[in-house]
């Protein structure tokens, strides 16, 4: 329950939200006659809106960032003594808390080096295209710039970031585009572009990046950006043979290979990082949600010491340097809370209970799939799990977003907060999306569940 009763001037608050906050990915429209929803509190997997109503949380803060659930009060803590005793310094100093916290994720990363701090995923994307681009200018005559990019991946906001972009609703109305952003085909084996199957698709879908590669030039292009399992995109897991391939060509022409962990890094998909079921080693690791759980805004551009060394070649030269500065990258409470983040996952055995609550609701989701005909594929690694619905099993044919978005909504009038790909991929906004909390237990995982298959029900029959 509520630690308190909801605020005295509550009604004040809705009409504030609703005379002056413009909400993330929403049409405001509905609020000139309805309320907007405002949570109140969190406690563990469970919020309250400003009715008093409880939801269990199946996607960790509606953006998969919350990993290890609510109302944690010694990161809280750690973050409020730190404040006091330095609140910001700019990243051109360093600080205990970033110090310390660059160490501990270091050692959860083999192979990776170096911490440079901003403030979201999106920016810690931008640093990763600098950088790349930079190295270009110094060491290929800024030739060697091209970064691809994969159908269906997501790498954040910005103009540039959505240059990089797979889904074409997020980045419709946003263009001109950046120059240099080469698109590669997606490795999901349910909508396969080839006849193939396992390995061989696998395999295949990673050789299409290859003849990309060849036709644009290997001597232009300088970074690969793919995320481990695709997020937004649909919840999608790489088949088996695709990663080491891609590993293989980007060492065969010489391009850094940057991981987008923002997603599924900090033990979402049952390990420290999603790249890590896999035996690849990136140049680049960006992450940011899960980090610090959504206590503290902290995100991270990691590289190894190949890509390091490459800007300090020459200190006589004033231009060879990483010339980047993130304002917030400086702020103190993010790797304070970040370090708390970490001990706790450790300490409570977050990333086994990942794994074994994974696989129990995979096997949960794929019962729903027996019943419901709806359900055309189930995916997913850890507590990171997809649905697509289809019309029809053989066809494959999407099932309307509108229904999907019904799914949620019904979800979500029985108190389960889950999500889907929406205004994303055009005709393909078709796949439920679960993330909840590290935390999870059976009980939790049985809930929502339970709330799919009546919302399935109500909705398809």
Not at 105 to 114: A, D, E, V, Y
Not at 419 to 429: D, L
Not at 430 to 452: F, G, V
Request: with cysteine; aromatic share 8%.
């Amino acid at each position: 329950m509520m630690d308190g009763n909801l605020p005295n001037d509550i009604e004040k608050i809705v009409e504030a939200d609703r005379a002056h906050v413009w909400h993330h990915l929403t049409q405001h429209k509905p609020f000139e006659t309805g309320e907007p929803r405002i949570i109140v509190e969190g406690r563990g997997m469970r919020v309250w809106d400003q009715h008093g109503k409880e939801h269990i949380d199946a996607v960790s803060g509606g953006v998969w960032t919350v990993n290890v659930g609510y109302g944690r009060e010694r990161i809280a803590n750690a973050v409020r003594d730190q404040l006091i005793k330095l609140n910001y310094f700019a990243g051109s100093a360093g600080s205990v808390p970033g110090a310390l916290f660059s160490e501990k994720l270091i050692s959860k990363m083999p192979g990776m080096s170096r911490v440079y701090y901003t403030n979201s995923g999106s920016e810690a994307n931008e640093k990763a295209f600098k950088m790349v681009r930079q190295i270009a200018h110094k060491r290929y005559g800024g030739k060697k710039h091209k970064i691809l990019y994969r159908e269906r991946d997501y790498h954040g906001t910005t103009i540039a970031a959505l240059s990089a972009g797979g889904q074409d609703e997020r980045n419709a109305q946003y263009g001109p585009f950046t120059p240099g952003f080469v698109r590669v085909p997606h490795c999901l084996e349910y909508r396969a572009q080839w006849d193939l199957s396992g390995e061989e698709y696998g395999q295949r879908a990673a050789d299409a990046i290859e003849e990309v590669i060849l036709a644009e030039g290997p001597d232009t292009v300088g970074a690969l950006c793919l995320e481990p399992v695709t997020a937004g995109g649909g919840v999608i897991t790489p088949p088996p043979g695709y990663w080491p391939r891609v590993q293989e060509i980007c060492r065969k022409y010489d391009i850094l290979l940057h991981i987008d962990e923002v997603v599924c890094g900090i033990g979402r998909t049952g390990t420290w990082f999603g790249y890590q079921h896999y035996g690849v080693e990136p140049d680049f690791v960006t992450m940011a949600k899960g980090v610090a759980s959504g206590y503290a805004a902290i995100a991270c551009c990691v590289t190894n010491e190949k890509v390091f060394d490459m800007f300090k070649e020459d200190a006589s030269d004033p231009m060879d340097y990483f010339r980047d500065i993130s304002t917030f990258g400086g702020c103190t409470a993010g790797p304070a809370a970040a370090l708390e983040n970490m001990a706790i996952i450790e300490e409570e055995g977050l990333l086994e209970n990942t794994v074994a609550m994974g696989d129990y609701m995979l096997d949960q989701l794929n019962a729903l799939k027996d019943k419901h005909e709806v359900i055309g594929d189930v995916r997913g690694k850890g507590l990171f799990l997809g649905a697509e619905l289809v019309a029809d099993r053989a066809s494959k044919e999407p099932v309307p977003e509108k229904q999907v978005q019904a799914v949620v909504g019904d979800c979500m009038a029985q108190g389960v907060v889950i999500g889907a790909t929406n205004r994303s991929i055009p005709g393909f906004n078709n796949t439920l999306c679960y993330s909840p909390a590290l935390i999870a237990r059976k009980d939790d995982i049985d809930q929502i569940i339970e709330a799919t298959d009546k919302a399935l029900t109500k909705v398809f029959g």
